[in-house]
């Protein structure tokens, strides 16, 4: 396998960053996963965009241009002969002094990596269990809207999950709101309206969140963002949770509560699908 790393592609052996490297000293950086269908990187721009936003609010400069970053994600992507995959694409802040100062740390590092996926049986849509998280994110967080190399609540959420043989750990905030799964948004179906934690939530400004957002809307069904407690949730018509890795995933149970099962979501994920297909297929 080879990666991208400051403008070079290497065999991943190859591909070292400094142990001086802010990323791996303090999280200080970025990243962005993204799915690939057809060797095309599936809403790059959107992806991009977000990335461009974080870097701006850090302070850290994109050390290419988006033209650039695309032309050498598909060549990584090629050269790895792996058309349906998931890119990583990692923004450090690099190498500094000693301690949290970002003083002269002005030579960014970035890194991108594909990595080989099992998708989800086609003409299915995947079902997962949740259980609650222990863990809180903070409500109305600003550092959550961007997708930063620090995710231990994540992490931690994601043990307890894996810990109760659950495939995922729903996260509350502190106000004991639920914001949103350790690597997914959430959305609920009730009363035949979509509904989905606000940003204030302490919750990342998913890619696949919004573009589910605009599926609604076209699909003229109508769609909220509220606040809602977990015991809520178990009273919905359906949940389930987007990935940009994995797309929509349908959600059965909660802390062992059987959720009811809603035919709205059949009609979402059918159009996820073709909007995935429309946007990824090759022409001539």
């Given at each position: 396998?080879f990666a991208?790393i ?8 190859e591909?070292?960053?400094s142990v ?5 000293l303090?999280?200080?950086g970025?990243?962005?996963?993204l799915r690939?269908?057809n ?19 850090l ?6 241009s988006?033209?650039?970053l695309?032309?050498?994600?598909e060549?990584?992507?090629q050269?790895?002969?792996?058309p349906?995959?998931?890119?990583r694409?990692?923004l ?17 590092t970035?890194?991108?990596?594909v990595?080989p996926?099992?998708a989800?049986a086609k003409?299915?849509?995947?079902q997962w269990r949740?259980i609650t ?5 903070p ?7 961007y997708k930063t190399?620090n995710?231990l609540?994540?992490?931690l959420?994601r043990a ?6 659950a495939?995922e ?10 914001a ?6 959430l ?6 309206r ?7 939530s ?13 599926l609604c809307q ?5 769609i ?17 949770v ?9 959600i ?5 509560v059987?959720?009811?099962r809603?035919?709205?979501l ?6 996820y ?7 990824t297929?090759?022409f001539?």
């Amino acid at each position: 396998m080879f990666a991208f790393i400051n403008g070079q592609l290497v065999p991943e052996a190859e591909a070292t960053v400094s142990v001086l490297d802010r990323s791996f000293l303090y999280g200080d950086g970025l990243f962005e996963t993204l799915r690939v269908y057809n060797g095309r990187p599936f809403r790059w721009r959107q992806h991009l965009q977000r990335i461009e936003r974080g870097a701006e609010f850090l302070k850290i400069s994109l050390p290419f241009s988006a033209a650039a970053l695309q032309r050498q994600a598909e060549a990584l992507i090629q050269k790895n002969q792996l058309p349906e995959c998931v890119l990583r694409m990692t923004l450090s802040r690099g190498v500094g002094i000693r301690g949290y100062s970002t003083k002269d740390a002005d030579r960014p590092t970035l890194v991108m990596t594909v990595h080989p996926l099992t998708a989800p049986a086609k003409g299915q849509i995947s079902q997962w269990r949740l259980i609650t998280s222990t863990l809180r994110v903070p409500a109305g967080d600003p550092v959550a809207n961007y997708k930063t190399c620090n995710k231990l609540h994540q992490i931690l959420a994601r043990a307890e999950a894996e810990a109760q043989s659950a495939d995922e750990a729903l996260l509350l905030n502190t106000e004991g709101e639920i914001a949103e799964g350790a690597s997914c948004n959430l959305f609920w179906i009730r009363d035949a309206r979509v509904c989905t934690t606000p940003l204030a939530s302490g919750i990342l400004a998913g890619v696949t969140r919004e573009l589910v957002i605009e599926l609604c809307q076209s699909l003229s069904f109508a769609i909220e963002e509220v606040t809602i407690k977990p015991a809520e949730l178990t009273q919905a018509d359906g949940v389930f949770v987007t990935f940009s890795s994995l797309g929509i995933i349908e959600i059965v149970a909660l802390d062992g509560v059987e959720l009811r099962r809603s035919p709205l979501l059949p009609q979402i994920w059918r159009a996820y699908q073709d909007c995935v297909e429309q946007e990824t297929a090759r022409f001539g």
